[in-house]
């Protein structure tokens, strides 16, 4: 099944900086909105926030993480970033990305595993 593929997960000491990227299939990537997720051990998945598609790009981002996370994309390279700063324990948890609309999700990838820890 094709799936998005997530990378750039590591072992980060609180207060430091990660740049996760999203492999997205197909050649339709650069019209979906697109998402950043993310699972905290032993809590349901959470959506972190999304980036337009098309001609307009509009970020939106859950408030935990507004200043210091930032999606970006290159449609040329079919992939999406997410760029984390000042890296909280509570940012820890297993990462994935996904079409924003629910109803039109991928089936999931593997995520990839970010832990902020001194």
């Known amino acids: 099944q094709v799936r998005f593929v997530e990378s750039g997960g590591d072992l980060v000491q609180p207060g430091g900086s990660l740049r996760l990227a999203c492999a997205a299939p197909?050649?339709?990537?650069?019209?979906?909105?697109m998402g950043w997720y993310r699972q905290a051990p032993g809590k349901e998945r959470e959506l972190v926030g999304t980036?337009?598609?098309?001609?307009?790009?509009?970020?939106n981002y859950v408030e935990s993480v507004k200043g210091r996370f930032t999606i970006s994309r290159d449609n040329a390279k079919n992939t999406v970033y997410l760029q984390m700063n000042s890296l909280k324990p509570d940012d820890t948890g297993v990462y994935y990305c996904?079409?924003?609309?629910?109803?039109?999700?991928?089936?999931w990838g593997q995520g990839t595993q970010v832990t902020v820890s001194s």
């Open positions: 980036i337009t598609g098309g001609a307009i790009t509009l970020l």
């Open positions: 197909g050649n339709t990537f650069r019209f979906y909105t």
């Open positions: 996904n079409r924003a609309d629910r109803n039109n999700w991928y089936p």
